[in-house]
């Protein structure tokens, strides 16, 4: 038997160029754009219009919720739970978002959808 040669391995430069022919730089600068702009959105929604309604059933806002806990050397340790359960609620919008693209490419035949059973061949 002959050994066959290793394939030649592919520098981080021609990975990255097949990587962008089979995206297309433009598809990927696309999403990225719109990506933020979806994100930039979806924040300014959370912090200006459900933030000051959930707000408005709990003592204080979401900015100022916080406890402060100190520390075995004595310095105080300030936990801003508020801000944590603002950027769930933004992640959760995203992701409901993302979620609702998919379905909708799905329904367009433009990305194969994963959640269905794959029918069986014959």
Known sequence: MTE???PKKKSFKDQYVGFLIAFGVIG???GFVIG???NKLVTALVRDIVDPTIGLFLP???ENMSASVIGI???PSEFKYGDLISNIIDFSIILLLVFLAYKLLSKYKLIEDKTKPEEKKK
């Open 36 to 38: 933020q702009a979806v």
């Open 4 to 6: 066959q040669p290793h």
């Open 73 to 75: 050397h004595g310095a």
């Open 28 to 30: 990927v600068a696309i």
């Open 60 to 62: 204080g806002s979401f």
